[in-house]
């Protein structure tokens, strides 16, 4: 009889010293989301801090400035340049797509993403050299990004057909 008893004692302990665990297990799961989240945003805060520092090492303002006007001229060197900025900028949106679906992201939502990528378009692809491009890099890009820029570009392209340094020059009158 005392034997079962300390058979029924040892059985109650174990299973609370069971519980205690997975309460552990629990806890630590839950902290490993929260530094895999601010490791998540920290990585893609560097990598946009990394694309704009290129901008201001590099010509790539020149270079795209150059792709708006006169795309026709752009030397071998010039479209290899732009087209590795480029590469690098939709590179970081992958990710960011990536990080949004596991859930460490910035917490946007469809919408969201959407109006990012459709401005982003506006940006980067509302000229011919974007377009030319996209076409020949599409196949690697997250289908969220490639949904969205083939829309726009079944649409007529943009909001409007003005260029990105169009645009800015009318604000500043």
């Known amino acids: 009889m005392q034997l079962e008893r300390t058979n029924e004692?040892?059985?109650v302990i174990a299973s609370i010293g069971v519980m205690i665990g997975l309460l552990f297990v629990a806890y630590e799961i839950r902290?490993?989301?929260i530094l895999a989240k601010a490791e998540a945003i920290s990585a893609m805060q560097s990598g946009w801090e990394a694309i704009s520092i290129s901008e201001y090492e590099s010509n790539i303002g020149e270079l795209r400035a150059k792709s708006l006007l006169e795309p026709?001229?752009?030397t071998d060197a010039e479209i290899y340049a732009l087209s590795a900025w480029l590469s690098a900028n939709v590179t970081q949106i992958d990710r960011l797509i990536e990080v949004e679906r596991?859930?460490?992201?910035?917490?946007?939502n469809s919408s969201e993403m959407v109006q990012l990528l459709e401005s982003l378009f506006d940006s980067f692809?509302?000229?011919?050299?974007?377009?030319?491009?996209?076409?020949?890099?599409?196949f690697w890009m997250d289908p969220v990004i490639a949904d969205v820029w083939d829309r726009k570009i079944e649409e007529g392209q943009s909001s409007s057909s003005d260029s990105y340094t169009t645009r800015i020059r009318e604000r500043l009158q």
Not at 102 to 108: D, E, P, Q, R, S
């Open 72 to 74: 026709e001229n752009l």
């Open 9 to 11: 004692l040892l059985q």
């Open 102 to 108: 596991g859930g460490l992201g910035y917490g946007m």
């Open 125 to 138: 692809l509302n000229n011919r050299f974007g377009r030319a491009w996209y076409m020949e890099n599409r």
């Open 31 to 33: 902290q490993n989301t």
